[in-house]
């Protein structure tokens, strides 16, 4: 097994990288959703946040500690603070900048490939990309995901499949997890509570969170039928050949763990989380097709999105040197 140091860089990586890709995926169908759709301003752009965890800075330092300034609405200022703020933990810049840092403190882990690509995106957007931004947002969206996606590629192409690759792997999967179900529930919610759409609306805002979690084509595949809140959730609860679906990156995830940390070498750390993570996945396998009877939807998400958060501190403090 790696040591804890280079374990912990390699899986901030992974995390940085996937959720950088998420965020600028996320602002882009939401920028479409604003102009197709009818909906509130604030309707639109608030769940970003929301969805973000960067609900209570945001109250504070751009809405004067208040739930109902407009800049919850203004899709600009949104998209500046999911991309160009600094202090914002979740923004593409600091994502980028600290999958940079990570790559760059383990360059030899790191294929040259996957980090020219990483590279690459830091330096852009330190120079051209803000112009791109300012111009052709949409275009700016298109480079960070390609690559972003160029780099998660190159990992699994130009590097050898051990522990570092699985600790890396590790990181995408947990942050896509926490991705898909915190933006599943803040956007079940809203669109569930706004009384009175007509039937093309609710249509468009379903297929905008499929969009914005890159699974408008295969859930059109799989689901020929009406868009129905409840076909959006179980497809991205529980379709289990979606790599974005909660059941998919759980199961996944409990993969690469049990690769680092076979459940049959008892002395080695790790073991509380790998248990925990398993527990998770056979609880997750349990509801592919929707919560059990009496348990909600946001029930449901939401342990999945605490359950995620207390395995990664489990896994901080077992295998990365978190103490």
């Not at 200022?77 to 914002?88: A, G, I, L």
């Not at 949409?138 to 780099?151: C, E, G, K």
């Not at 409990?254 to 459940?263: E, G, N, Q």
């Amino acid at each position: 097994m790696i040591i804890s140091r280079v374990a912990d860089h390699c899986f901030w990586f992974g995390r940085y990288v996937e959720r950088a890709e998420s965020t600028a995926r996320m602002l882009a169908a939401t920028q479409s959703l604003a102009l197709d759709a009818d909906l509130e301003p604030h309707a639109c752009w608030r769940p970003i946040v929301v969805v973000s965890g960067e609900e209570d800075q945001f109250r504070e330092r751009l809405a004067g500690g208040k739930d109902d300034d407009p800049v919850w609405g203004d899709g600009e200022r949104v998209q500046d603070f999911m991309t160009w703020d600094t202090e914002s933990g979740v923004s593409i810049v600091r994502s980028v900048t600290g999958a940079r840092w990570n790559a760059r403190a383990i360059r030899d882990v790191v294929s040259l490939e996957a980090w020219e690509s990483i590279n690459e995106l830091h330096l852009w957007l330190d120079d051209g990309g803000k112009g791109e931004y300012r111009e052709h947002r949409d275009a700016f969206y298109r480079r960070v995901r390609s690559l972003t996606q160029l780099t998660l590629g190159l990992l699994r192409s130009t590097m050898l499949h051990d522990d570092s690759l699985d600790f890396m792997w590790l990181g995408v999967l947990l942050e896509r997890v926490n991705q898909t179900a915190r933006m599943l529930d803040v956007h079940h919610h809203a669109f569930t509570a706004i009384s009175q759409r007509h039937e093309v609306v609710d249509t468009a805002l379903w297929l905008s969170l499929m969009r914005a979690l890159s699974g408008f084509e295969p859930f059109m595949k799989q689901n020929q039928g009406k868009v129905t809140s409840d076909a959006v959730a179980r497809f991205l609860i529980g379709e289990g050949r979606f790599p974005r679906s909660v059941a998919y990156c759980v199961e996944s995830a409990h993969d690469r763990l049990r690769a680092i940390r076979p459940p049959a070498e008892r002395e080695l750390p790790g073991g509380q989380t790998l248990e925990r993570l398993r527990l998770l996945d056979e609880w997750v396998q349990a509801r592919r097709r929707g919560p059990e009877p009496g348990e909600s939807i946001h029930e449901l998400l939401t342990h999945v999105v605490d359950e995620t958060g207390a395995i990664c501190v489990s896994l901080g403090k077992e295998l990365l040197g978190y103490g």
